[in-house]
Each structure stands twice: as C-alpha cells, then as structure tokens.
C-alpha cells in the first residue's frame, strides 16, 4: 500500500511543480498574453459557428502547439539569460531561433483557422 501512495504523491508532485510553472510565464510574457486573447476569440468563435468535433480537434492542437512553443521559448529565454549574463551572439541566435518556432506554429495555427473559419463567413 505505501508504494501506491508514493506513487500517487510522487504524481501529484510532479503536476504542481507543472502548474508551478505555467503562472510566471503569463505572468511576464506579452506574446503569451496575445496568444490567449487570440485563443479566447477562436474559442468562442467555434462556439458560435457550431464547429464540428474535427474542426475542435484542428483548433485545440492549433492553440496547444501555440502555447507550448511559447512556453518552450520562455524555457529558452530564461535558461539563456542565467547562462549568460552577457550580450553574446550564440546565446542571440539561439532564442532567436526558439522566437522564430513560436511564429511558425503560429502561422500555421492561422492557416487551420483561415481554413476552418472562412468558410464559415
């Protein structure tokens, strides 16, 4: 019995330290803030076009990939920053490349939702 409520503590540990970190990346990020104002839109947007359960599929991945590349860039950003204190070009490069994932999945999120909303109008 006290190995299955080890585990059960041990899981419960591992979704706080995830939540725990989910409120300081809101918290300070602008482009988290416009991705969820654009999230809430498109969700509501579904709710009024009456989205068919494969379009909902479309647009919860499209905004989950969204979010999570965002938050993978802040990972960067933040790892970056404590590494080197410094301006340094290789540390540039590198959160410029996790920037430029976040906007290809965002453009790709506005070709689902183009795709799936302009019908629609």
């Not at 969700?43 to 379009?55: H, K, P, S």
């Not at 590349?69 to 970056?80: D, H, K, Q, R």
Request: hydrophobic residues 55%.
């Amino acid at each position: 019995m006290s190995k299955i409520k080890d585990f059960f503590r041990s899981r419960i540990a591992s979704f706080s330290y995830a939540f725990q970190g989910i409120l300081p990346v809101v918290r300070q990020e602008r482009n988290v803030h416009i991705h969820i104002v654009a999230a809430i839109v498109v969700i509501c947007a579904g709710v009024y076009f009456d989205l068919q359960a494969w379009e909902w599929i479309c647009v919860t991945f499209a905004i989950g990939t969204v979010l999570t590349a965002e938050f993978f860039n802040s990972a960067i950003e933040t790892l970056a920053n404590v590494v080197y204190k410094d301006k340094n070009a290789d540390i540039k490069k590198v959160k410029d490349i996790a920037a430029a994932a976040v906007l290809i999945c965002a453009i790709a999120a506005a070709v689902v939702g183009c795709i799936i909303f302009i019908p629609k109008f």
